[in-house]
Structures are given as structure tokens and as C-alpha cells.
T-cell receptor, first 115, second 116 residues
Framework: EPEVTQTPSHQVTQMGQEVILRCVPISNHLYFYWYRQILGQKVEFLVSFYNNEISEKSEIFDDQFSVERPDGSNFTLKIRSTKLEDSAMYFC?????????????FGEGSRLTVL | AQKITQTQPGMFVQEKEAVTLDCTYDTSDQSYGLFWYKQPSSGEMIFLIYQGSYDEQNATEGRYSLNFQKARKSANLVISASQLGDSAMYFCAMSPLGGGGNKLTFGTGTQLKVEL
């Protein structure tokens, strides 16, 4: 069964360092997403990406965050200068259709710990 | 704006019994989708079931069914014949329909514990 894969599964970094989280969405999917879950809290939308550009972003997704699809398969989330409050589980997701009529496929998450 | 409310932070159920996890929502969108996801202790998000606001029949997927009451704005998840492996966090979520893709708004979740 096709799946969304994410690397690394866990990353520990120092405050102020840059972090890149990687995702390989399901190959025939058109929409890609990043969500975030701070420990013990609900899952929050960060950004959606379609046709090589951001289609929507939340207020959490400030100038410190960026996304790109550098090679047609990987989908990356970059945090330029990490803060303590960026510590969270980051989920990549993808969906096949433009219209939301079904499943959003999530990866297993990348846990980011900022010290 | 969309809002999901899950009022049960924790629930217990006996193995083989049915359990209902509550979810109410608020939205100004005319068309929307409602989702339930399971998050085991390992952390991944597992899709369980989907209901479109335009669907007249309640969605079912194996042991999962979604009790959709549009007038009450509720989308409760019913798990029949609970199993020990059902112990997990369960999130209700919704998304507008209309070409914007799947921007999900999640609730705070319900921690379900299945007991022998």
C-alpha cells in the first residue's frame, strides 16, 4: 500500500539552528501539507502546497518557515532559526484530489526537539 | 472559520463493548467534510472514516461508523466490538469543500482506553 514517508523520525537541534524536515508524498498525489502537533495538544495546519506553490498557510507559518518540492518527489519543510516553541511533531500529508472528498494520508511524523 | 469540539478528554470501555466518541462542529461553510483519525502511542495519524456534509447516509467502515446529525452539528464516532488495539487518541476533524484542498481543523482529541 502506498504511503507517505518522513525523515528524520526524530531530530534534536540547538535553538537558532536551521532544520529541514523531508517528506516523500504518495506519487500520484497533487496536494501536499505540513501539520504540527505540540506535545499533548491538537494537530494544527501549517501549510498546503499545490502546483509548486503555497496554496494556503496558517498564521503559525511565519517567515521562519518555508516549503519546497526541489526534485518532484521530496517535499521539504525548512525552519530557518529554530525556537524552543518549535518543538513538536511535524506531520507531512498528501491527497490525490483537489476537492476534499476523502482521505488525507499522513506520514508517521518527524519529532523535532529544540534545546 | 471552522471549529471542532471534543468534550471527552478520556473514555474507558470494556473489551467487546461499543463506545461513542463525541464531536460537535461549527462552520459557516455550506459544504464540508468530517473526518476521524486515530493516533496510537507511536504517534502516527491513521485515517478511520469520512463523512461529507452532503451525504444523507451515515458513513461506515468496518467497526467504525459516523453518527452524523447535521442539524445538531454533531459527528460522533461509534466503535463497535472494542478491541485492546483500539486504545489510542482519537481526533475529529473537518475541512471545507470547494477546491481548497484538505485544510483540516482538528479537535483536541479523546483518549480511549479499552479494558479487559
Amino acid at each position: 500500500e502506498p504511503e507517505v514517508t518522513q525523515t528524520p523520525s526524530h531530530q534534536v537541534t540547538q535553538m537558532g539552528q536551521e532544520v529541514i524536515l523531508r517528506c516523500v508524498p504518495i506519487s500520484n498525489h497533487l496536494y501536499f501539507y505540513w501539520y504540527r502537533q505540540i506535545l499533548g495538544q491538537k494537530v494544527e495546519f501549517l501549510v498546503s502546497f499545490y502546483n509548486n506553490e503555497i496554496s494556503e498557510k496558517s498564521e503559525i507559518f511565519d517567515d521562519q518557515f518555508s516549503v519546497e518540492r526541489p526534485d518532484g518527489s521530496n517535499f521539504t519543510l525548512k525552519i530557518r532559526s529554530t525556537k524552543l516553541e518549535d518543538s513538536a511533531m511535524y506531520f507531512c500529508a498528501s491527497s490525490e484530489t483537489v476537492m476534499n472528498t476523502g482521505e488525507l494520508f499522513f506520514g508517521e511524523g518527524s519529532r523535532l526537539t529544540v534545546l | 472559520a471552522q471549529k471542532i469540539t471534543q468534550t471527552q478528554p478520556g473514555m474507558f470501555v470494556q473489551e467487546k463493548e461499543a463506545v461513542t466518541l463525541d464531536c460537535t462542529y461549527d462552520t459557516s461553510d455550506q459544504s464540508y467534510g468530517l473526518f476521524w483519525y486515530k493516533q496510537p502511542s507511536s504517534g502516527e495519524m491513521i485515517f478511520l472514516i469520512y463523512q461529507g456534509s452532503y451525504d444523507e447516509q451515515n458513513a461506515t467502515e468496518g467497526r467504525y461508523s459516523l453518527n452524523f446529525q447535521k442539524a445538531r452539528k454533531s459527528a460522533n464516532l461509534v466503535i463497535s466490538a472494542s478491541q485492546l488495539g483500539d486504545s489510542a487518541m482519537y481526533f475529529c476533524a473537518m475541512s471545507p469543500l470547494g477546491g481548497g484542498g484538505n485544510k483540516l481543523t482538528f479537535g483536541t482529541g479523546t483518549q480511549l482506553k479499552v479494558e479487559l
